[in-house]
């Protein structure tokens, strides 16, 4: 399983490198309005630390704007994947955009046939916003475990980025279900490390080596 960082903060991004753990990072431009650096400058930069795909996002409505932004995004380095929302538009985009090799992480995905058509037309990823269909009441895991079954049916190679993941459950049924990326909060990562037994017994055995004979 594939670990995305879901951020676009370059300390963040920094720590969760230094982990060994990191296999991507996924932006959007909410995430890229809470920092305070000119948006090229900071795109460059996740992209230098970070080895994996690194998506940013189109913000253009016209499948001619959404390609000729996609193109321009694509350019700023070579581990740069184009995230474009959902829709008509997008898909022809997409279409043109894969055929050309540019790789495409469809977004903001909340039914399990927009994820097939981002697929048919090509799509690198998609996307299922997790934690917001658990907001309005609509088990985002379960079109989790929908997209999966769909694409294995049909043997898609499209895979799956599990995003808007508000916490370590999230992350524990994404595992269990097989997707094949989290895309997860910096706070989320951190507190899947933490558990208070592990602390105790590391308190435990240190506290004990100090009793230990030695020569
Ligand atoms: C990542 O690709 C998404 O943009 C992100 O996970 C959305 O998360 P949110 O629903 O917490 O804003």
Redesign the pocket.
Known sequence: MKIFL?TANLQQIKEAANWGILDGV???P??ISMENIPFEDLVKEICRVVAGPV?V?CVSTKAKDIIKEAKGLAKLADNIVV?IPICLEGLKAIKVLSSEGIHV?T??IFSPLQALLAAKAGARYV?P?V??LDDISHDGMDLVDQILTIFDNYGFETEL?V????HPLHFVESALMGADIA?V?FGVLEKIIKHPLTDIGMERFIKDWGKVKRG
């Open positions: 879901d996924t932006t959007n909410s995430l998506s996002e995230k992480n977004t903001l996307s916003f934690g917001r980025i995003a808007s993941i508000r895309t909060p």
